[in-house]
Nanobody, 121 residues
């Protein structure tokens, strides 16, 4: 089983930056994509960003394009989400996921417990 441990969330002012980290332990059985998702209060979980196993293929939700950057370090089994120019609407619990067969639909085998990101205005 894979265990994901997230860190880096917190409170930040609008326009600020945060860097989320997700360290994976254990082993997966495929070179599937890893991704980030978020869920705001009263909202459905939504896709944020994903990276292929190689890290050369990435995709971002339209709402974060130009502001968020996903990267991964396979040697450290860690995926990152650099969040710049944060907006209050980015406030949510952010989840990382591993072994994603369909990240747009949130079809991933492993999920972290989530880390709170709060952006004040």
């Amino acid at each position: 089983q894979v265990q994901l441990v997230e860190s880096g969330g917190g409170l930040v002012q609008a326009g600020g930056s945060l860097r989320l980290s997700c360290a994976a332990s254990g082993r997966t059985f495929s070179r599937a994509a890893m991704g980030w998702f978020r869920q705001a209060p009263g909202k459905e979980r939504e896709f944020v960003s994903a990276s292929s196993w190689s890290g050369t293929g990435t995709r971002n939700a339209d709402s974060v394009k130009g502001r968020f950057t996903i990267s991964r370090d396979n040697a450290k089994n860690t995926v990152y989400l650099q969040m710049n120019s944060l907006k209050p609407e980015d406030t949510a619990v952010y989840y990382c996921a591993d072994a994603c067969s369909d990240y747009l639909r949130g079809l991933c085998d492993y999920w972290g417990q989530g880390t709170q990101v709060t952006v004040s205005s």
